[in-house]
Every structure is written in structure tokens, then in C-alpha cells.
């Protein structure tokens, strides 16, 4: 079935530097993806979406890349504050397919 | 701000009790969704019902049933609580337009089975 997983369960940053968490996808059919952010004893807030027709999209302070070729996509967040310490997700729908697939989450520490 | 609420931070049940967790929007959403988050695991859908009454299953619908009487109000039962229900419960919803993706959920209910 499809899938959604993320490379890393951990990622360490220091303040400053630019953040760069992957994800992985197995179906080549998934057509829109989307980054959620949980800080800690809340719920996932939504951060930036990008459809499968594009290959890169920009927010505020965070760009996602997405590469069909490798069933790819990233979240690069620029100049890590300390506020972005969170776990990030990636998540992804599938074409005739009516819910999102969440991967496993990467939680990003920023040092200071 | 949409505003999602759910009725516990925490819960303790005991093996075989019926749990209720209730769920509720402030913005007219069509679209509301049940989840478990599991270390490791990610979140993983329950049930979601796209209009009042209506209901689908998720990916892991079994030992859990759903009600959706008002608009804003989506209550997920656990008819016969275990210990593998024990778990971090979210609810989200979000509008029509934009279907299952921007969704805005809760922030969470920790349920403790004994």
C-alpha cells in the first residue's frame, strides 16, 4: 500500500543554520503533500502544502522540494530559531485515495 | 482563529469501560477527522465524516465507532476499552474546499487504559 516515511527520527540544528528534514513516499500516483508542525503538548499545525505539478514552494521562512523522479520531498526551514523545535511531519494523499498519509515524524532540537 | 477543542487533556479508563471523547469546532467545517499518534508510528486516521451524520472509516476503524449529530461536534466511542487503545487521541477538521488537506486539529487527548 502507500506510504509515507521520513529518513530521520532526529535532527539536531543549531540556531541559525538552516534545517533541512526528507520524507519518502513508495507511490508514484501521490498527487499533494503537506508539512504539519507539533510542538509539544499540542495538536499539528499546518505549515506549507505543495502539489504534485509543482516542484517547489515558498513560505515564510520554509520551502518544500519536491522530487517525482525519487518520490522525494523536503522541508528546508532557513535560519532555525529556537521556536522551530518541534516534531515535523510530512504527510501525503494518493489519487483515488480520500485521507492523508502521515510519516512517522522527524523531531528537530535547535541548539543554542 | 479556528478553534478546535476536545473535551480532555487526560483520561484513565479501566479494560472494558465505554469511553466517550468529544470533539468540537467553532468554524463551520464540513470535514472532521479522528486520529491515534503513536511513537513511531505517526498519526493514523480513525474515522472522518464529511457532513453531519455521515461517517467513513479510516485506516483503523476497529474497536471504535463515531457520532456526528451537530455540525460542529464529532465524538469518538470506545465501546469496550483495552490496553492497546492506549494512546494520544487527535481531532481536526477543516472545510470543504480544502478537503483533507489543511486540516486544524486539537490539541489532544492522552488516553491511559488500565
Known amino acids: 500500500g502507500e506510504s509515507v516515511g521520513l529518513h530521520l527520527p532526529t535532527l539536531s540544528v543549531q540556531e541559525g543554520d538552516n534545517s533541512i528534514i526528507n520524507c519518502a513516499y513508495s507511490?508514484?500516483?501521490?498527487?499533494?503533500f503537506i508539512w504539519y508542525k507539533q510542538e509539544s503538548g499540542k495538536g499539528p499545525q499546518f505549515i506549507i502544502d505543495?502539489?504534485?505539478?509543482?516542484d517547489k514552494r515558498q513560505g515564510q521562512r520554509v520551502t518544500v522540494l519536491l522530487n517525482k523522479t525519487v518520490k522525494h520531498l523536503s522541508l528546508q526551514i532557513a535560519a532555525t530559531q529556537p521556536g522551530d523545535s518541534a516534531v515535523y511531519f510530512c504527510?501525503?494523499?494518493?489519487?483515488?485515495?480520500?485521507?492523508?498519509?502521515f510519516g512517522a515524524g522527524t523531531t528537530v532540537t535547535v541548539r543554542a | 482563529d479556528v478553534k478546535v477543542t476536545q473535551s480532555s487533556r487526560y483520561l484513565v479508563k479501566r479494560t472494558g469501560e465505554k469511553v466517550f471523547l468529544e470533539c468540537v469546532q467553532d468554524?463551520?467545517?464540513?470535514?472532521m477527522f479522528w486520529y491515534r499518534q503513536d511513537p513511531g508510528l505517526g498519526l493514523r486516521l480513525i474515522y472522518f465524516?464529511?457532513?453531519?451524520?455521515?461517517?467513513e472509516k479510516g485506516d483503523i476503524p476497529e474497536g471504535y465507532s463515531v457520532s456526528r449529530e451537530k455540525k460542529e461536534r464529532f465524538s469518538l466511542i470506545l465501546e469496550s476499552a483495552s490496553t492497546n487503545q492506549t494512546s494520544m487521541y487527535l481531532c481536526?477538521?477543516?472545510?470543504?474546499?480544502?478537503?483533507?488537506?489543511?486540516?486544524?486539529f486539537g490539541p489532544g487527548t492522552r488516553l491511559t487504559v488500565l
Open positions: 468554524m463551520d467545517h464540513e470535514n
Open positions: 505543495i502539489r504534485s505539478n509543482m
Open positions: 504527510a501525503g494523499t494518493f489519487s483515488n485515495d480520500y485521507k492523508l498519509s
Open positions: 465524516s464529511y457532513d453531519v451524520k455521515m461517517k
Open positions: 507511490n508514484s500516483a501521490s498527487d499533494y
Open positions: 481536526a477538521s477543516s472545510t470543504r474546499t480544502s478537503g483533507i488537506g489543511e486540516q486544524f
